[in-house]
């Protein structure tokens, strides 16, 4: 499969930030907060541009549907 060739592991909280990153240049006025899970260490992921790609649509879809204020919680269990 080609998306797993381009595929990277990467721990991941790194992920979620840049992800949110990538999609706070795209929705800069976009208003949102993000609740980071503590306590576990942030496993590692093996992700690729899909995987992106899907969050950063999800995210502009949160925002249309709630333009003052999205919420992006993060967490993992073992």
């Known amino acids: 499969m080609q998306r797993l060739q381009d595929a990277t592991a990467v721990k991941a909280l790194d992920f979620i ?3 949110i990153a990538k999609w706070q240049l795209l929705r ?3 208003q949102f907060e993000c609740a ?3 306590g576990e260490s942030s496993p590692w992921i093996v992700a690729d541009t899909t995987l992106s790609q899907a969050l950063i649509s999800i995210l502009n879809n949160s925002a249309d549907a709630s333009p003052e204020h999205v919420r992006i919680q993060t967490r ?3």
């Open 76 to 78: 993992w269990t073992q």
């Open 28 to 30: 800069p006025m976009a």
């Open 17 to 19: 930030n840049e992800v």
């Open 36 to 38: 980071v899970a503590i």
